[in-house]
């Protein structure tokens, strides 16, 4: 199974080039970049929505653990309202299934090594 090491390069390069996620609530896109000094995912270039590496760790840990993860799981690690934001940023930038109606991802064989 794949480690968060081997996968972090992966979320940083996926929120430096992508322009955009959509929510799982069907609200608009927001804008997506990288803070390398914070180490963390910028929603809409807020320095306030954001989500830190130790959170996408836990995220990560926990999807592993059960192969799936939801919008309510994920608030654990950062937040309701940014969950709705990272899991399918998360999906986006590892290509994992997402269940946009359930709100939740899953793992994918690429990744259960």
């Known amino acids: 199974m794949a480690e968060f090491e081997e996968i972090w390069p992966d979320l940083v390069n996926h929120a430096r080039t ?18 390398a000094e914070r180490e963390a995912v910028v929603f809409e270039n807020g320095r ?5 590496r130790k959170n996408w760790r836990r995220a990560w840990e926990e999807l592993r653990r059960n192969g799936v993860l939801s919008v309510a799981k994920f608030s654990g690690a950062a937040g309701t309202a940014r969950a709705e934001l990272a899991l399918p940023f998360l999906a986006d930038a590892l290509d994992l299934p997402a269940d946009r109606d359930s709100r939740r991802i899953q793992l994918s064989e690429r990744y259960e090594r």
């Open 48 to 52: 306030t929505d954001l989500i830190f």
């Open 18 to 35: 992508a322009e955009f996620v959509r929510p799982f609530d069907r609200g608009k896109r927001r804008e997506l970049d990288y803070d």
